[in-house]
C-alpha cells in the first residue's frame, strides 16, 4: 500500500476522518486556534469565561496540537502544495516540540518514529485523536 499523508493510507495512526471525528466545525476551530496564538504571544488577555492552563508548557503543547490539526484538516480539504507544506510545518513543530518533552505524548508512537512520514501529519492526527479521547487535557479556549 502507498503511504498517502493526505488520506492517512498506509500509516499507523488514524485517519483524517477517524482523528477529527470529535473536532470543532473548521471555522470554530480557526477562531479557537487564533484566540490561542493572540494569548500566546501576548496581543490578548484570553476568554474569560475559561480558567488559564495550569501550566505553560501544557498550554504551549495545545496550542501546538490544535493548530497543526488546523491546519492538517484545511489540507486534506484542499490538498495543494501551500496548503499541505502549512500542514507539515505545523506538525513538524508539534512533533519537535513533543520530541522535547516526551511525557506529553499520548500516542502508542513518537514524533520520530518510522512509523510516520516526514511531513508529520499522521502523528499530529495521532495525537489530536488521543487528546479528544483524553477529554482534551490543558485546554483553554
Same mark, same amino acid.
Given at each position: ?30 477562531? *479557537? =486556534?487564533?484566540?490561542? @496564538?493572540?494569548?500566546?504571544? %501576548?496581543?490578548? !488577555?484570553?476568554? $474569560? ?5 495550569? +501550566? ?18 484545511? *489540507? =486534506?480539504?484542499?490538498? @495543494?502544495?501551500?496548503?499541505? %507544506?502549512?500542514? !507539515?510545518?505545523? $506538525? ?5 516540540? +513533543? ?22 501529519r499522521p502523528y499530529v492526527r495521532q495525537e489530536y485523536?488521543?487528546?479528544?479521547? $483524553? ?7
Amino acid at each position: 500500500m502507498a503511504l498517502n499523508p493526505d488520506t492517512g493510507e498506509g500509516f499507523d495512526a488514524p485517519t483524517p476522518a477517524e482523528a477529527y471525528a470529535g473536532a470543532p466545525e473548521l471555522r470554530r476551530e480557526m477562531h *479557537a =486556534v487564533l484566540e490561542l @496564538g493572540a494569548v500566546r504571544d %501576548g496581543r490578548r !488577555a484570553g476568554m $474569560a469565561t475559561e480558567p488559564p492552563a495550569a +501550566d505553560d508548557t501544557a498550554a504551549e503543547r495545545v496550542y501546538l496540537l490544535r493548530r497543526a490539526a488546523l491546519m492538517d484538516r484545511m *489540507a =486534506v480539504d484542499d490538498p @495543494g502544495p501551500g496548503a499541505r %507544506g502549512a500542514a !507539515a510545518r505545523a $506538525a513538524y513543530q508539534l512533533a519537535q516540540f +513533543d520530541h522535547q518533552h516526551p511525557a506529553m505524548i499520548s500516542g502508542p508512537h513518537g514524533p520520530r518514529a518510522t512509523e510516520f512520514d516526514v511531513s508529520q501529519r499522521p502523528y499530529v492526527r495521532q495525537e489530536y485523536a488521543a487528546w479528544l479521547a $483524553a477529554g482534551q487535557p490543558g485546554i483553554n479556549t
